[in-house]
């Protein structure tokens, strides 16, 4: 979504993919892209497309029924200003306008000062609550599918502490697992983007521009609010990391009492975090080393560094200790950290946090 420098298609491309993205912009458009780039990297399926004097954005989904919800609901969410313009959809494509802005991730590590990453994080929560609130005014939540509520999606996430210590050799911690799968059966009835990681998002001047709509469905709204505070890239110290909880805990609760969200804030977001935990883990066992930093963080990857990790691991245990059912998370989060000699970088100077 974000701009990049665009190349001839013809210098890169293979020739079935060159004539695939030629026969779509064809139908499309009416004619072939004067240039084609991958602002997210050749191996997805997204791409932006020069058409004249104009650029766009071309995303492929699973099937055309996922693209044609995608774009119902940016279409009906486009008046708030805070996605991009749809201007069709062509089978399993979405063609949407292409926004100059810059990716969330990268613009925050540009931020020194902690306190200008706070205003940065406020305003891009509160484009994404203001989102859910004109979604649900225009009854959106009725017109999406439910987003992860049976019980493969609750004993997956349920696992992941395990699967983490059988890579990296470490104990399992003993979590109450009857309490949390309890707390995460809920009563899906809230629109949520789902997937509202900060890669997912813009920075557009004085306003975030929230993209990659494949995934929104009706689950609880406090999904977002954890998917971009625990999130890898969002670093941040734990003082503004409370501070943001404060102020955005209500509007993402909707009518929860702030005791039950914070609550099931704090378990889904160490749950989100061990997700991506043990997917970065998994990697660098796989690959026997760190992954480049600015690689990651510039190419939309998942944070494989010890930066990242380190930051996730010590976040999942200041969030576990609110939980009852997770207290034993703690000192688990605590051995994972030893285990890798992971230490906490200086959250207020970025160029202190070098790539790996």
Not at 57 to 75: T, W
Not at 121 to 143: K, M, P
Not at 157 to 183: C, H, Q
Not at 336 to 355: F, I, N, S
Request: glycine share 6%; aromatic share 8%; net charge neutral.
């Amino acid at each position: 979504m974000a701009k990049s420098k665009s190349s001839d298609a013809s210098t890169f491309l293979k020739t079935a993919r060159r004539e695939e993205i030629e026969a779509l912009c064809k139908r499309a458009f009416g004619r072939i892209p004067k240039r084609v780039a991958f602002p997210g990297g050749r191996s997805r399926s997204a791409f932006m497309a020069e058409i004249g004097d104009e650029r766009f954005v071309l995303a492929k989904r699973d099937s055309p029924g996922d693209a044609v919800i995608e774009g119902i609901v940016m279409k009906v969410l486009s008046p708030t200003g805070l996605v991009p313009r749809v201007v069709k959809v062509v089978d399993e494509w979405v063609v949407q306008e292409l926004v100059d802005g810059i990716r969330l991730p990268v613009f925050l590590d540009g931020l020194a000062d902690i306190r200008e990453r706070e205003a940065i994080l406020d305003q891009s929560l509160s484009a994404l609550a203001d989102l859910q609130d004109y979604a649900h005014a225009q009854n959106l939540h009725h017109r999406v599918p439910r987003v992860g509520p049976d019980r493969d999606w609750s004993d997956g996430n349920l696992m992941r502490a395990r699967k983490i210590s059988e890579i990296v050799g470490i104990a399992p911690p003993l979590l109450d697992y009857g309490r949390l799968e309890k707390l995460f059966r809920l009563d899906p009835r809230d629109f949520v983007k789902a997937d509202a990681r900060p890669g997912n998002a813009l920075v557009c001047g004085d306003r975030t521009v929230w993209f990659d709509w494949e995934g929104c469905g009706r689950r609880h709204a406090l999904d977002d609010l954890a998917f971009v505070l625990s999130d890898e890239w969002t670093a941040i110290d734990p003082d503004t990391e409370t501070r943001l909880i404060e102020r955005h805990l209500s509007r993402f609760a909707r009518n929860r009492s702030e005791t039950e969200a914070f609550e099931y804030l704090m378990a889904f977001g160490v749950f989100h975090m061990l997700a991506r935990m043990h997917r970065a883990i998994r990697y660098r066992d796989r690959d026997g080393k760190w992954w480049s930093r600015d690689k990651c963080l510039h190419n939309d990857k998942i944070g494989v560094t010890p930066t990242e990790v380190g930051l996730m691991c010590d976040r999942a245990r200041r969030w576990s200790l609110q939980v009852t059912a997770l207290h034993t998370l703690a000192p688990w989060c605590e051995n994972l950290m030893e285990k890798y000699d992971l230490d906490l970088p200086d959250l207020g100077a970025t160029d202190q946090r070098k790539a790996v």
